[in-house]
């Protein structure tokens, strides 16, 4: 059976039922332990994607990695698990290390596919320049899968919910306060993505990008010079020292495409690039390209975007 | 204050990504290597910064064989005052986090840095294994960093925010970019190098849990599509009927 740790903090994140459909792909038997505050209801739904039962343990309520780990490894016992999966999100890469090293079970981090033929696992490496098939060598599994790497399924009906008490101990972590960046769409979690660089040519400009961004439903990103002098806040820098995202659309507007920046975004499904300069290394690693003036293009591309949508409604 | 960086090679970003041996080994011809730019940039910068500020000394540990000593002396010349290298082919993050953890049990490190990944094999393992095989608390993808006495005050990237957290020393930290800002070494820095000790340890004996079977390089893509800059209608129609992202 494969258990699953989710995050129920913030309501069901699309991660957390693309886990669940993963996990349901694995094994008949999903067990979906989470933490956090979701209802019954909404944590009942999950059976919709696969999920078999769910526990939830309320006495846990931020993201200590010490007693999530405790949890989780004492089911996965308990249960005679054979795969242990977690979302590769921040929660998950700080605890499924330390699952990995109580259970002494290989660790699979940011699966992007189910298990190939010879049980290896695909993920990737060298910042997306390549990628590479994991073996684990011990009976047991632990798989961290990288968000957007499957679409979430439909596969049942709701299913039963219980209340548990996992016994993990205190926190050793203090949390002191929590911040939300302003927007509405957290980076990592977004399906669409508009980014824009030095050609925008002063943070005065980024009203145009925001419209776009808006009439498509999509977040803001932005390449790191334009982080790094203070146009635009630091989570939005996308690349390799930055956020590394991997959306369904990724529109890049005047950036050049350093080989950093690619490495940050060259997992996105279809990339757009937006240039005055044809020589612009981005040109290369995209799908459609636009060669022009942002400043003329952006409110063109707007005005589209908005027709096709009132026409689609 | 007693630090420990833990430092990875990486291979340069303009690097070409090619196998060998069947796809099956990376091939390091022409590669050059540098210090993994997490690892660097921010766990490193900020240890020097807190040693300068109340003093205490700043170890760093990789491992790996006699090649990667050029990218220690790196690190020594940006300021670390002691290297040690665990002289052992980094078979898999287990391995490399219970090699770590061995040197580290007996030493009393205050805090103990890595970078949240490396730029190489991005797992994010290595910093939360050595955290459990030490029994400490993890801080992950943490952007700053300010010490109040044995208290430090963090902030972390969680989904959709960051979090203000409290934890007592010892503890280990993973460091993303908002730690600190890349230094140059200068050339007192690098003659400083030359002399600083470098130990080489022997490995203890760890079974790893996972390997590599084989790598591939991604598809290169077909030929970009340039769409008319006047006519942003049709990107909007190939968006919707080819792309299908919208």
Same mark, same amino acid.
């Given at each position: 059976m494969?258990?699953?740790?989710i995050s129920s903090n913030n309501g069901i994140a699309k991660s957390v039922v693309e886990t669940i459909t993963y996990a349901r792909k694995l094994s008949n038997d999903v067990v979906v332990i989470t933490t956090g505050a979701a209802s019954q209801d909404d944590l009942a739904q999950l059976g919709k994607y696969g999920a078999s039962s769910v526990k939830v343990d309320r006495a846990i309520v931020g993201g200590d990695s010490q007693q999530l780990s405790r949890l989780i490894s004492s089911l996965a016992l308990s249960l005679s698990a054979d795969t242990v999966l977690f979302s590769h999100d921040v929660i998950g890469k700080a605890v499924a290390p330390r699952v990995s090293v109580q259970l002494k079970a290989g660790l699979v981090s940011g699966a992007i596919a189910l298990p190939e033929e010879n049980g290896s696992i695909k993920v990737n490496v060298?910042?997306?320049? +390549?990628?590479?098939?994991?073996?684990v060598k011990s009976a047991l599994k632990i798989i961290s899968l990288l968000p957007n790497s499957i679409p979430a399924e439909l596969n049942g009906s709701n299913c039963p919910v219980e209340e548990i008490n996992g016994d993990a101990g205190a926190a050793l972590i203090k949390v002191i306060s929590v911040k939300r960046p302003e927007g509405d769409i957290p980076l990592p979690? +977004?399906?669409?993505v508009v980014s824009a660089g030095r050609g925008m040519k002063g943070p005065e400009n980024w009203g145009m990008i925001e419209n776009l961004a808006s009439a498509l439903g999509a977040a803001t990103a932005c390449s790191r010079p334009v982080a790094d002098i203070g146009w635009r806040p630091h989570h939005e820098h996308v690349g390799q020292t930055g956020v590394a995202i991997r959306p369904n659309l990724y529109i890049a507007i005047g950036i050049s495409g350093a080989i950093q920046h690619l490495a940050g975004v060259n997992g996105s499904k279809v990339i757009v690039v937006v240039n005055t300069d044809s020589e612009a290394p981005f040109f290369k690693a995209?799908?459609?390209g636009v060669i022009g003036d942002a400043f003329d293009v952006i409110p063109k591309l707007t005005e589209a975007v908005k027709k096709f949508k009132s026409s689609n409604n | 204050m007693k630090i420990l960086v833990c430092i990875s090679k990486a291979p340069d970003t303009t690097s070409k990504i090619a196998f060998s041996q069947g796809n099956t080994v990376f091939?390091?011809?022409g590669v050059q290597y540098i210090v993994n730019p997490y690892d660097e940039w921010y766990a490193l910068v900020r240890a020097l910064e807190i040693k300068e500020t109340i003093g205490g000394e700043v170890t760093i540990i990789t491992v790996g064989s006699a090649n990667d000593d050029a990218i220690m002396r790196k690190a020594l010349a940006i300021g670390a005052d002691a290297a040690v290298r665990v002289d052992a082919d980094p078979k898999d993050a287990y391995f490399t986090a219970s090699q770590i953890a061995d040197f580290a049990k007996t030493e009393g490190f205050d805090l103990i840095f890595t970078g949240k990944e490396t730029i190489n094999f991005n797992g994010s393992q290595v910093g939360g294994m050595i955290a459990e095989l030490l029994d400490l608390p993890f801080v992950s993808l943490a952007s700053k960093l300010d010490l109040k006495g044995e208290t430090i005050q963090l902030e972390r990237e969680i989904a959709g925010g960051v979090e203000l957290i409290e934890v007592n020393i010892p503890v280990v930290v993973s460091c993303a970019k908002g730690m600190a800002?890349?230094?140059i070494p200068n050339m007192r820095g690098i003659m400083a190098a030359r002399t600083k000790p470098l130990k080489v340890i022997s490995p203890t004996a760890v079974e790893e849990l996972t390997s590599y079977v084989s790598f591939v390089t991604p598809a290169a893509k077909s030929?970009?599509?340039?769409i008319d800059a006047s006519n942003?209608?049709?990107?909007?129609r190939l968006l919707h009927q080819e792309a299908k992202v919208i």
């Open positions: 494969v258990l699953v740790y060298f910042s997306g320049k +390549a990628m590479g098939f994991v073996h979690e +977004a399906e669409l995209a799908d459609y | 091939d390091e011809n800002e890349q230094r030929t970009v599509k340039i942003m209608d049709e990107l909007v």
